[in-house]
């Protein structure tokens, strides 16, 4: 079993960053991901990284957002650019046993941390 703590959440205007971390408590190569949930909506899936790197995003952060993993530190990373109002949240660090299937779907996850506050002011 790992657990995982995310921070870096923070409030930002429109068109600012953030980048997001996730500590895990012990080395993974597994698949990691990013989710978020908005108040009155369903969790959704933002980006997820294989053990191997490969990456998937969703449709509304493609370009925007980036994933990445450093596994010597057991650290994941989602940095986000050109941030947006509706991009406001509870950001979710996830992770699931095995390392080739990524996806978006929250379902999917076995291990997940407290999550971080993101909140983009217009």
């Known amino acids: 079993q790992v657990q995982l703590v995310e921070s870096g959440g923070g409030s930002v205007q429109a068109g600012g960053s953030l980048r997001l971390s996730c500590a895990a408590s012990?080395?993974?190569?597994?698949?990691m991901g990013w989710f978020r949930q908005a108040p009155a909506k369903e969790r959704e899936g933002v980006a997820t990284i294989r053990g191997d790197g490969t990456t998937t995003y969703a449709d509304s952060v493609k370009g925007r957002f980036t994933i990445s993993r450093d596994n010597r530190k057991s650290t994941l990373y989602l940095q986000m650019n050109s941030l947006k109002p509706e991009d406001t949240a509870m950001y979710y660090c996830a992770a699931r046993d095995g390392a080739l299937w990524a996806p978006l779907t929250s379902s999917a996850y076995s291990y997940w941390g407290q999550g971080t506050q993101v909140t983009v002011s217009s």
């Open positions: 012990k080395y993974t190569k597994t698949t």
